[in-house]
């Protein structure tokens, strides 16, 4: 069983950066691949950055390319996603998942962490 803790959402203007982390305790980490998702009120939960487990692969949805950064430190247990540049459009509250593969869909991530909130104005 791996737990999943997310921390270093906040309230920043449009332009700011925040960087988030994802702490694990429980398991095996080193082994899962981990992604960020994120759900706005109204909306549905949708796929922002993924790496795999070596940390060799990542991925990240159209909306944040450029933008946004996901790493990790598996000494430390813990995934990071820096975010440049915030927009509005990126206030949501922003969930890790891990799972046995890097993939988009959040039906495949076994393990999820409660959540931190990003609030981005204008």
């Known amino acids: 069983q791996v737990q999943l803790v997310e921390s270093g959402g906040g309230s920043v203007q449009a332009g700011d950066s925040l960087s988030l982390a994802c702490a694990s305790s429980g398991g095996a980490f080193s082994r899962y691949a981990v992604s960020w998702f994120r759900q706005a009120p109204g909306n549905e939960r949708d796929f922002v950055a993924g790496i795999s487990w070596s940390g060799g692969f990542t991925d990240y949805a159209d909306s944040v390319q450029g933008r946004f950064s996901i790493s990790r430190d598996n000494a430390k247990n813990t995934v990071y996603l820096k975010m440049n540049n915030l927009q509005p459009e990126d206030t949501a509250v922003y969930y890790c998942?891990?799972?046995?593969?890097?993939?988009?869909?959040?039906?495949?991530?076994?393990?999820w962490g409660q959540g931190t909130p990003v609030t981005v104005s204008s």
């Open positions: 998942a891990a799972g046995n593969g890097l993939e988009l869909e959040r039906g495949a991530y076994a393990y």
